[in-house]
């Protein structure tokens, strides 16, 4: 069965840090790129960060540029992304996804994507 499953979400201080987990089962997401997404209340889902399948190359938008970053784990089937200095506007729904495109050009189209975890929650709140 093909599957995403993400991880990690919770419940966090501002200034405070979580790691997200994107586990793939019934296919090797080393040979797809992935992307991850998030959903605020009332707000369309938008792309936040991908990482390609060839080259390794990582994308971000920029409201998560030097807090956030992305790595895989090929041995556990995983894409990770860590995300540092939270701030309330980072509180959402975040999604992974993963997409046969070997490279992360116009990542945040999400009709690229074929595989969609179901979302973790994460909440930035003092």
Avoid: H
């Amino acid at each position: 069965q093909v599957q995403l499953v993400e991880s990690g979400g919770g419940l966090v201080q501002p200034g405070g840090s979580l790691r997200l987990s994107c586990a793939a089962s019934g296919f090797t997401l080393n040979y797809y790129g992935v992307g991850w997404f998030r959903q605020a209340p009332g707000k369309e889902r938008e792309g936040v960060s991908c990482i390609s399948s060839n080259l390794g190359s990582r994308y971000y938008r920029d409201s998560v540029k030097g807090r956030f970053t992305i790595f895989r784990d090929n041995a556990k089937n995983t894409v990770y992304l860590q995300m540092n200095n939270l701030k309330p506007e980072d509180t959402a729904v975040y999604y992974c996804a993963a997409t046969a495109f070997a490279d992360c050009s116009d990542y945040a189209s999400q009709s690229r994507y074929t595989y969609w975890g179901q979302g973790t929650q994460v909440t930035v709140s003092s």
